[in-house]
């Protein structure tokens, strides 16, 4: 998944919300060493150095514009570009944090335990992902595409690679004295209306489908697909959307 640096900083203090609500969660034991898998432009990261100011703090990111905003904006912080299915750093970590990424990526079965295997005693994986595919502003996405002129230029139906809450306790308990595991509906309100939530998607879910489109089609894509969100989402007499969000919620402590 492409990300926009400067589109996602956007709405930037709806977005680390969760993430903070998420890294209260996770006991404080004094980690010698935490993690940001999937950083992005540093705004979980720092959350994480706050949270925990006497832990070693380091950043992951397969965006190489991501992790140059994130080093612009804490540049004490070590911020290295890779794939999380690539990283092999055996730990230990007092904290791996994984905030709005994990969700693209399989097997989960796997990897979370995975994780959990480089924890030392007492560490917590925390993890936040959007639960949101089945939401009307990510099936409008699917639903243009292919009813576009544009369809076979464009991704198939993407999916993402969540369980349940359940799932994910049993997952993880054999391998944890503690999961944690909820899920979140947040309510964003957004001035601006209809373009509010469309600019919101184009700095994460529309990307994939607007860069293969010339500059026309992506007008009338966006033409369409604001007129579809209109009528998807409550908007209210002041013009402010207000947009619905689901998140699944994990903290696993060795």
Known sequence: MSWSPEQYRRFEDDRTRPVRDLLAAVPDIGPARAIDLGCGPGNSTEILRDRFPGAEIAGLDSSPEMIEAARKRLPGIRFEVGDIL??????????????????WVPNHERL???????????????VQMPDNMAEPAQTLMREIAAAG??????????????????????????????????RTTYLHVLPGGADAIVEWFKGSGLRPFLA???DEE?????????????????????GTALLPFPRLFLVATR
Do not use: M
Not at 86 to 94: A, H, L, Q, V
Not at 154 to 170: D, I, K
Not at 222 to 228: F, G, I, N
């Open 112 to 126: 979370l335990p995975g994780l959990v295997a480089r924890l030392d005693g007492g560490g917590s994986l925390a």
């Open 86 to 103: 690539g990283w092999e750093d055996p730990g230990p970590f007092g904290v791996i944090l994984s905030n709005a990424v994990l969700h």
């Open 149 to 182: 002129p544009w369809a076979s230029k464009l991704p198939p139906e993407q999916r993402t690679a969540l369980g349940s809450p359940e799932w994910y306790h049993g997952v993880l308990r054999p391998h944890c004295r503690r999961v944690d595991a909820w």
């Open 212 to 214: 293969p489109l010339g």
């Open 218 to 238: 992506r007008a009338e894509y966006l033409r369409r697909y604001r007129e579809s969100i209109a009528g998807a989402y409550t908007i209210l007499p002041d």
